[in-house]
């Protein structure tokens, strides 16, 4: 409410004691706020991580406690050897590796086309682009999976590439195209004077210049093939190609009431994106704008 | 379309765009350049189209379109060449199964519960860490944890917050806050069920929210505020007056997002009730899933998929109407 005081504490007011004392309190106020929302927010997660380093007999304590007296981390050993941890954890890695190259390289060039290039129908395709960015994916969930049942695609990566890339492609146009556009036609120029062509220009000028923007899509291509749940569900049956959400459920679903383990491999699961959110957090605020529909 | 010429090929040509207009209608040497140059244009762009356009023409919108000629039949998934030409039957069936006007009732509360909430908390958070601040890198990290972990981890973890018996929540309002006389089984029943999953909504989402009304707020001149304190208008005034309007396109853009990521609502209900108990839970992209794969009537599952993509799209104009009358 009183925000704006704060936005600019040096604003003009009569009768400065009083105003400072006023802003004080407000500080306080704040930070009060803040922290008991903070709080709120890390609760479950603060559950989360004192189950999972609770001992191994272990039933619902009562009164419940969130930090457990003989803290151990023997339930983190059993999720990497009897949950099968390691393996689905590497599944998933490659699988987002992948799904993040495929990605950058698609998109940064569809973005290029419509960025700097003259072609017929762009508008057209771009407008259709556009259309399509609104139709959520899993509308579509069962028609897709025909579709690539018809292409052989199940039970195979290929598949989750494919229906990863396909979904992140109009939207990423759209974010790449709006960063490429901005790159001075000076820089073009300078190319073609020095004998480069349409190719080294993206490659050699366009694309170094746009890191921050690729980055952007490259954290949410790898966070969104890390978190996939559902396509994964659906097209991976070979125990072998498992990723870790199908692993961390098939585990659930034979020990529901073995809390601890399950919030020792979910805690591990956790971990790779909230270390990629720390190391990179100012990508997270500009790709902010696709995150709300990630999920 | 293919007359049209950009004003880079023009001047490429160093012609004035008249001139090569009327030129092309006449003159069939000018028609031939032209032909050539449209050539070159789509030479250099297709390997820059081709790989994305592909992908969305073949698992994007091709899908669609199947899905729209398999919601017409009794779809057999092993053997689709069996699969039985029912006309318009599942969407018939639709409208009178209940249960499926459950998981749209269900959807649709999802929606106008957890929507509004996330924009407020979102908006609140925004401006206590709008200015300056010490430790605000730190609260907005906070705050944006939820956002960044996937919903399969924070749905477990709420399943055990909300867990029968002596769960935290339980425990939390029945022993220490007194409010209820005994525990709930969130999990098993229709109503309280929607609070779990509300919450993990407005929960997970709240962060960004906040990120985005925080941008907003910081591309507001500070000069604004200024002229607002010379008028002499209080803090409170000053956001009401100044503040809030010019956040109203970032109002638009959050509730466009967030009502279609609420119609998308579906693992955290999958794993918090399984739609449960008898369906009474259900959303519909729940109820699409159990339908194609535990009642295995997949022409069905995707006749409730097109419903619930056609509501989005309906909506998707709707609001655009809307706002377009708001500018006008």
Redesign the interface.
Known sequence: ?????????T???KGGQRATLGLVRWRIL?YV??IV??AI??L??A??VG?ALSPARWV?P???TIWPENATLDNFVRAITEAGLPRYALNSLIVAVVAVILTL???S??A???AR??????E??FGF?LV?M???D???????F????D?GLTDSWLGLW??Y???A??FN?FLLRAFFSRIPKELEDATRMDGGG?WTF?LRVLIPLSKPALATIAVFAF?GS??D??WARLLLQDPELRTL?IG??LY?NAHATQ?TT??AA?TL??LP??A???AL?RY??NG??S???R? | ??ITL?S??VSSDTVSPDIVSATLLVDPVARERRRRL?RR??L??A???L???L??L???????I??LQ?SLYD?N?PV?SRSEFVGLDNFLRAFTDPTFWVAARNTALYAIVTVPIQMILGLF?A???????RGR?V?R??????????????S???A??F?D????VN?ALV?ILHILPEPIPWLHETWPAQVPIMILGI?K????NM??FL?ALQSIP?EL??AG??DGAN??Q??RLI?LPLLRPTFQF?SV??I??A??V??SVY?LTGGGPQGSTEVL?SY??NQ?FTNLD?GY??TV??L??GA??GF?FLQRRITRGAVD
């Open positions: 409410m009183v925000a704006l005081d704060a936005v600019k504490p604003s003009r007011r704040r706020v803040l929302g903070a927010v890390v479950p997660f559950y989360m189950t619902m009562y009164p419940p390289v698609v998109s060039l569809s290029f086309a419509f290039l003259e072609f017929p129908g762009k057209i395709i682009y399509t609104m139709i959520p899993l509308i579509a969930l069962l028609p897709k025909q579709v690539l049942r292409f494919v229906i890339v396909s979904n492609v109009a146009t349409t993206f966070l890390w978190d749940f559902w959400p961390i459920q659930f809390w399950v919030f979910t699961a956790a994106e909230i990629i959110f720390v957090q997270f605020v902010a704008y995150g709300g529909i999920g | 379309m293919a950009s880079d090929t449209q244009q789509v250099t762009a390997p820059f189209v790989p994305g356009l992908l969305v073949l698992f994007v919108v091709w899908p669609l199947k899905g398999m779809w998934l689709p958070l401006v206590l860490l709008n200015g300056k601040l890198t609260f990290a906070l705050f944006y944890l939820p956002v960044v972990t996937s919903w399969l981890v924070v477990f973890v709420f055990f917050l867990s018996g002596a769960g935290p425990f022993d929960w989402g709240v962060g960004w990120v985005i941008a500070n505020h200024e304190v010379l803090a409170w000053r956001f503040t959050v997002v967030l279609i990521g119609f998308n579906f693992l794993l992209l699409m899933y194609a997949f599952g995707i998929g097109l619930l993509g989005v799209i998707g």
